[in-house]
Structure formats: structure tokens, C-alpha cells
């Protein structure tokens, strides 16, 4: 059975940082990502990673700011958020994909929380 848990979330004040973690199992994925909701809204992009780290994919909302990472021995992909902003405060789910350099993802995390205070 494949489940995607993710950790990491919390509230933290603007200017501060936040690293959320994934770890897939039940098989392994050629691409990983983030992504966020916020109540009212669409989920958003955020992040993606292909198997190895080699191409990696951003929302302009985040780069520079975030980045994406992963173990592929440990099946787990991170993200790594600093200089957070109100705007980012969002439900944060993983997600995860057969297609190395696609971003669509076919299976989904259960979200964490993350609240970023003025």
C-alpha cells in the first residue's frame, strides 16, 4: 500500500524558516513534490523533484526561497522554506509521480499545516 506522510509543519513567525519531510512508502516514485491550499483556493504548485535531483521545478512564488530536496535511499523528499511570508501560511501536501521530468503526481500526502505569523 502506498502512503505519503508528511511532518514538519507548524506556525512561525515571518522572516523564519521550515523544513517539511515526506516519506513515501510502498514503492518508490520518479518524482516528488509540494503542494499548498489554503482555504477558498485551488491547490497550488509549489516544488518538484525528479528521481536523483536532477531537474527540479519551482513556482515563482517560492524560488529563492525554497528549495526542494530529496534521499532516494530513504524514499523521502524534503522541503526547505525560509524567509517565510504570511502568504505562505497554506496547507502543504506531498505528492508523487511516475513521470521523471512531468509534473503529475497520482498519489498524495495528508497535509500539514503550516502558519506563518506577522
Known amino acids: 500500500q502506498v502512503q505519503l506522510v508528511e511532518s514538519g509543519g507548524g506556525s512561525v513567525q515571518a522572516g523564519d524558516s521550515l523544513r517539511l519531510s515526506c516519506a513515501a512508502s510502498?514503492?518508490?516514485?520518479?518524482?516528488m513534490g509540494w503542494f499548498r491550499q489554503v482555504p477558498g483556493k485551488d491547490r497550488e504548485f509549489v516544488a518538484a523533484i525528479s528521481w536523483g535531483g536532477v531537474n527540479r521545478n519551482y513556482a515563482d512564488s517560492v524560488k529563492g526561497r525554497f528549495t526542494i530536496s530529496r534521499e532516494d535511499a530513504k524514499n523521502t523528499v524534503y522541503l526547505q522554506m525560509n524567509s517565510l511570508k504570511p502568504e505562505d501560511t497554506a496547507v502543504y501536501f506531498c505528492?508523487?509521480?511516475?513521470?521523471?521530468?512531468?509534473?503529475?503526481?497520482?498519489?498524495w500526502g495528508q497535509g500539514t499545516q503550516v502558519t506563518v505569523l506577522i
Open positions: 510502498g514503492r518508490t516514485f520518479s518524482r
Open positions: 505528492a508523487a509521480g511516475t513521470q521523471p521530468l512531468v509534473d503529475l503526481f497520482g498519489y
